[in-house]
């Protein structure tokens, strides 16, 4: 059962390939010649830039190509001929993001009308790259960061407050390049809503500063972000003209989870969605009802309020969540639930999400480790090693957000 559930969570990652879908899109793009004189200027951010912008390159030989710059984060680091490779932070940015930003600035600036911009996106860009705003520090959005963390702001509220204190966010890229800019976007968002992904650097923002400054009250934040941030967010300012956008999406959740569905799962009702607990009785519920020898699919993504200093991350907790209301609710012996982060990374260690079964809380308390207790501290990691529950997978080179399978024994 746990070699099946695997499978069709690995049939997920596939379906997200970053290389295979840039190819796919390329020729579009190259059916229309450059002006006269122009070139092309490759710019890829996010947890699939390497690999994005390595099927880019291939796509591009004997095109005049500028320059090409690649920003994403450990472990998806590597060297690639003929680009500029640049590590930033994630998931709180850093100074080495911040220097980051500051080249895409100086590489959009420097694209002429007659050129072409190509922008790769995929998840985990808005962090990779700040760029404050005026009258802001790095350390303002890095607070700013860790609070949205912490309050269990789900993607939507945290890119909307993100894209008021950013130079490069809300439609920012189309501001800086007299060049068309032309992306394709791998999404990490459920809906995969444009704006939304990466805070849209190449899409309209979502709102204006007095939709951040509501959201972060209704939130429960808004008193303790720094002044200055307070004071940006409650400046009076029209939303900014962006200009035409040249977006195409290559790649989504929704088609990871089709590709599940492909390798022989059932689509459910419920999605990865909104609070971590909530999610989990929805998903246990579902569960009871599940044929046997069935496979249910799930995509999307959770919400973490963080109460505790534990080592853990969505996924996993939404496992250990899982395992808890099982037992609770009476689900029985044969099944397994797995949940992970499609870019093979869950929170801060190694792990990539949870698999349990029926077993996994008792392996847990035969080692003194109390899983209500764990959950209460957001300490799922140590409780899942406890009853060899972790996924590990390495970085997977793509980020279409999480998925998750559970299957009852036929």
């Known amino acids: 059962m746990r070699q099946h559930v695997m499978e069709l969570l690995r049939a997920g990652i596939a379906a997200a390939a970053p290389g295979p879908a840039v190819a796919r899109a390329m020729p579009d793009l190259l059916a229309q010649p450059l002006a006269a004189g122009g070139c092309w200027h490759v710019v890829a951010v996010g947890k699939a830039a390497r690999a994005m912008a390595a099927a880019a390159l291939e796509a591009l030989q004997g095109e005049p190509v500028a320059e090409v710059l690649v920003v994403t984060n450990a472990c998806n680091d590597a060297a690639l001929a003929g680009a ?41 860009a808005s962090a990779m790259l700040p760029a ?26 945290t890119n909307l407050i993100r894209q008021q204190l950013d130079r490069l966010k809300g439609g920012g890229w189309l501001r800086l390049s007299q060049a068309p800019v032309h992306a394709l976007i791998l999404s990490d968002v459920p809906g995969d809503d444009l704006r939304v992904i990466a805070s849209g650097p190449t899409a309209g923002p979502i709102g204006g500063p007095a939709d951040a400054a509501r959201v972060a009250r209704d939130l429960g934040i808004w008193d303790n972000l720094p002044l200055s941030v307070r004071t940006v967010l409650a400046r009076d300012q029209a939303m900014p003209d962006t200009g035409p956008d040249r977006n195409r999406l290559i790649g989504s959740n929704g088609q990871s989870i089709a590709a599940m569905v492909a390798a022989g799962a059932v689509k459910a009702g419920l999605a990865l969605q909104g609070d971590v607990q909530l999610c989990a009785e929805g998903l246990v519920a579902l569960a009871l009802d599940a044929a046997p ?12 309020r963080l109460q505790g200093r534990g080592m853990g991350g969505r996924n996993q907790e939404l496992a250990l969540r899982f395992a808890v209301e099982a037992e609770r609710r009476g689900l029985g012996s044969g099944w397994i639930f797995a949940a992970m982060g499609s870019d093979g990374r869950d929170g801060p260690g190694e792990a990539a999400g949870g698999i349990v079964g029926p077993d996994s809380l008792d392996l847990m308390r035969a080692q003194g480790i109390d899983p209500e207790d764990a959950l209460a501290r957001n300490d799922s990691t140590p409780a899942l090693a406890a009853a060899d529950a972790l996924i590990v997978t390495g970085a997977t080179g793509t980020n279409v957000a999480d998925l998750a399978v559970f299957l009852r024994r036929a």
């Open 84 to 124: 500029r490779v640049l590590q930033a932070g994630h998931p709180e940015p850093d100074e080495a993001g911040l220097a980051a930003a500051t080249e895409i600035e100086r590489l959009l600036s420097r694209a002429a009308a007659r050129d072409r911009v190509l922008a790769l996106i995929s998840g985990g």
């Open 132 to 157: 404050p705003a005026a009258g802001l520090s790095l350390s303002d959005l890095q607070e700013v960061n860790a609070r949205l963390l912490r309050c269990g702001a789900d993607i939507l509220q």
């Open 293 to 304: 020898g069935m496979p249910l699919a799930f995509g999307g993504e959770t919400t973490v």
